[in-house]
C-alpha cells in the first residue's frame, strides 16, 4: 500500500483561496494539508541572495527573478522536503489557485493505486495545452492515459511527486535561478524523467490574480535577448541529448503497469 498525502501550497496572506480549494478538496471527499508557502516579499535581500545568488540567476536566466518567483520556488522546495521528511511514497503538490476538475478523485485513487512508485514526476496541468502533437508517447491505464512530451510545458500548479523525484529535485535545485517551472522544463539538469497524466484534472483562470506577477511587471523587466537566446539553444540542444533517456524511462514505467 503506497504511502501518499495531498499538499496544498498557500501563503499566509491569502485565507481566501485556502478556503477555495479547502471546499473544493472536501467536495471531492479527499484529505490534505497545509503547507504555508514562503512569501518572497517578505524576504529581505539578503536572504534573497543566499538561496537565489544574482551571479547564479544571471548566468542560467535572461532577466533578474522577483521576490515573488524566489518565493514560488523555494515554496516547492518546501513541499518537496515534506515529501522527504514524511517518507512518502509520492504527494501530490497543489497550488491554491487551481479548480479541481471532476475527475480528481479518481486520480488520486488512480495513482494510489499504481503497483510502485518507480517514477519521479507526474504533470497534472500544461500552462498551455497546445496541441496532442506535444504528446511524445501514451499508455492507456484506468481511463487515463500517461504521457511524455516533446517539450515539458510550463507551469507547476498541479503535480504528483515521488519519494526519489523529490529527491532528486533536493539534490539538483540547490539555488533558484529561474523560476520554478523553468527549472522543471529543464527536466535533465534536475535527474528526473517527468511525464504527464491525461485528462488534466485541474485548471486555472489565467485571468485571476497572481500572487508572482500582481502587476504585469515581470513583462517589463530588461531583458538580455542574446542570452536568451543562447540559454533557448542550449536548452533544445540538451533536450535532444537527453530525449532518448526519456523514452527508455517512459517505456520502462510503462511495461510496469501492465
Known amino acids: 500500500m503506497l504511502k501518499y498525502k495531498v499538499f496544498v501550497i498557500n501563503l499566509a496572506r491569502s485565507p481566501e483561496r485556502m478556503a477555495r480549494i479547502s471546499q473544493q478538496l472536501a467536495d471531492a471527499n479527499v484529505p490534505f494539508e497545509r503547507i504555508e508557502g514562503v512569501d518572497g516579499n517578505l524576504l529581505s535581500d539578503a536572504e534573497i541572495e543566499h538561496v537565489s545568488p544574482a551571479a547564479l540567476v544571471r548566468k542560467h536566466y535572461y532577466r533578474a527573478l522577483n521576490k515573488g518567483e524566489v518565493g514560488c ?30 475527475n480528481f478523485a479518481d486520480v488520486v485513487e488512480l495513482m494510489a493505486g499504481l503497483p510502485h512508485a518507480n517514477w519521479d514526476f507526474i504533470k497534472l496541468y500544461p500552462l498551455r495545452k497546445g496541441s496532442p502533437k506535444n504528446i511524445r508517447q501514451s499508455v492507456a491505464y484506468r481511463q487515463h492515459q500517461f504521457i511524455s512530451y516533446h ?63 500582481p502587476t504585469g511587471g515581470l513583462e517589463k523587466l530588461p531583458q538580455r535577448r542574446l542570452h536568451k537566446l543562447y540559454l533557448n539553444w542550449q536548452r533544445a540542444f540538451m533536450r535532444l541529448v537527453s530525449t532518448p533517456k526519456l523514452d527508455n524511462a517512459f517505456s520502462l514505467f510503462s511495461k510496469s503497469l501492465k
Not at 515521488?162 to 529561474?178: D, I
Request: glycine share 6%; charged share 15%.
Open 73 to 102: 520556488s523555494l515554496s516547492h522546495k518546501k513541499a518537496w522536503q515534506q515529501i522527504v521528511d514524511d517518507q512518502l511514497d509520492f504527494a501530490f503538490i497543489l497550488e491554491d489557485d487551481i479548480d479541481l476538475e471532476s
Open 151 to 213: 517539450k515539458f510545458p510550463l507551469s507547476a500548479v498541479a503535480q504528483v511527486i515521488s519519494h526519489q523525484g523529490a529527491t532528486r529535485l533536493l539534490q539538483h535545485m540547490p539555488y533558484v535561478v529561474q523560476p520554478v517551472d523553468g527549472h522543471l522544463k529543464s527536466w535533465w539538469s534536475l535527474g528526473i524523467y517527468p511525464f504527464g497524466l491525461i485528462p488534466y484534472c485541474v485548471s486555472v483562470d489565467l485571468q485571476g490574480q497572481s500572487d508572482i506577477n
